[in-house]
């Protein structure tokens, strides 16, 4: 009779069950006016910089999740995380890609040799825009001059022009506040679409051209620096003290429309060079391989999409919510079509730092660059979900080390 009445009861729950789906939370959204404290900060201190009066424009309202309905990590201090170096700000500059991949190789340095080193993002910057004229002028301006660029671009101004420390070169004129390279870069874009316009394609003009524009807003990069009293070349530098093998990293990718496991261009703009040295991923393993690094005491460059509602400077946080797409929906498909309708867009490059587990969902620690980001209660550091990298992270940039066996799989 006891077991009986035991297998009606199931059969009863079972029913029911089945006939009533778990209930899924449902996210609200809100209407904001988007604010961003330190970027007006930043505003406020150029202009008095240049002596100009304030030139903030009104904000018009734009569509946010409620993020008072999340249970998210409160604190940096609920994370697992690995050394770094302190956050800074990139200033009013599209450097996103120059600041976390840095950051993330002051990290790789202090993994592998616990020497805590600050390298400098604008001597990087200053060869990387001489880089993109140079192949604007290559190719008859046809590549793109933009302010933007990606990760793997640190390795290759690295391996060609070397790296210095931050303290001998910081990009800052004398008493400025803040990076800023808006006159710079729309000076230099002036001048290469009059290269454009007169079929000037002289290079060695072109070269001496855009560094004298630098030269003028950044100072002048050193040829030597003084290391311990000895006196040495950027690429001695990086070669003889830094000791980074810049071979032993790689970017991985994501993209359902190319074959799996095989070398692929990234499509976006920012590639100017059309890079094909991203390794294309099925998305469960590009998870994995994230997942497996953290927790294996790796960081990483990481970059993608951060103009969402789910993102939000002052709560710090990155989710997707359920009226965009419910979690369990989040797949290659979905992936994808965002990327081909440009909801998902590369719009900024951070450095993964650590990670934690709350309620059974994995949250990432993101270091950032960006003024967006300073304005939280933990100003510098974003909480990523684990759907919101799934669905709007592109890329990653990480030590082979970190992944063995798909590391077998590159041809």
């Not at 400025?176 to 290469?192: I, R």
């Not at 709350?358 to 209660?377: A, P, Q, V």
Request: with cysteine; aromatic share 16%; hydrophobic share 35%.
């Amino acid at each position: 009779m006891k077991t009986f009445t035991l297998a009606l009861l199931v059969s009863i729950l079972s029913f029911f069950g089945s006939a009533f789906p778990q209930v899924t939370q449902h996210d609200s959204a809100i209407f904001v006016k988007p604010t961003n404290a330190f970027f007006d900060s930043i505003e406020t201190s150029l202009n008095r910089f240049y002596q100009k009066g304030d030139t903030n424009a009104e904000p018009r309202k734009a569509i946010s999740v409620d993020f008072s309905q999340y249970d998210a990590p409160k604190s940096i201090s609920d994370f697992k995380q690995y050394w770094h170096n302190p956050t800074i700000s990139q200033g009013n500059t599209g450097t996103c890609w120059d600041f976390s991949t840095t950051s993330f190789l002051e990290s790789e340095v202090y993994r592998l040799t616990g020497r805590k080193m600050k390298f400098s993002e604008m001597y990087t910057d200053y060869w990387e825009y001489v880089r993109k004229a140079m192949g604007y002028v290559e190719t008859r301006g046809k590549s793109k001059f933009g302010p933007g660029s990606e990760a793997n671009a640190v390795l290759v101004d690295w391996e060609k022009y070397g790296v210095v420390p931050e303290k001998d070169y910081t990009g800052l004129l004398n008493g400025q506040p803040f990076y800023d390279e808006t006159k710079m870069y729309n000076e230099m874009y002036s001048y290469l679409q009059s290269v454009k316009a007169e079929n000037a394609w002289n290079p060695p003009i072109v070269k001496s051209t855009i560094e004298s524009i630098l030269d003028h807003y950044m100072g002048t990069p050193p040829t030597e620096i003084n290391v311990d009293g000895k006196e040495m070349t950027p690429k001695e530098y990086l070669k003889d003290v830094v000791k980074l093998n810049l071979d032993d990293y790689v970017s991985l990718v994501s993209f359902s429309d190319r074959p799996y496991y095989e070398w692929t261009e990234y499509n976006v703009s920012d590639n100017w060079w059309h890079s094909k040295d991203y390794f294309n991923l099925p998305l469960n393993v590009f998870m994995e391989a994230i997942n497996h690094a953290v927790r294996s005491g790796y960081t990483m460059a990481i970059w993608g999409d951060v103009s969402e509602p789910g993102i939000y400077g002052n709560a710090g946080i990155a989710v997707i919510p359920s009226w965009d797409i419910p979690s369990q929906y989040i797949d290659a498909n979905a992936r994808i079509f965002r990327f081909y309708n440009h909801t998902t867009t590369d719009d900024h490059g951070m450095h993964l730092i650590g990670y934690t587990v709350k309620d059974g969902k994995t949250w990432y620690l993101i270091k950032d660059s960006d003024s967006e980001s300073r304005n939280s209660d933990h100003p510098g550091y974003d909480f990523f979900s684990s759907d919101y990298v799934k669905l709007k992270m592109l890329g990653i940039m990480l030590p082979k080390s970190a992944i063995p066996e798909i590391v077998k799989k590159m041809k």
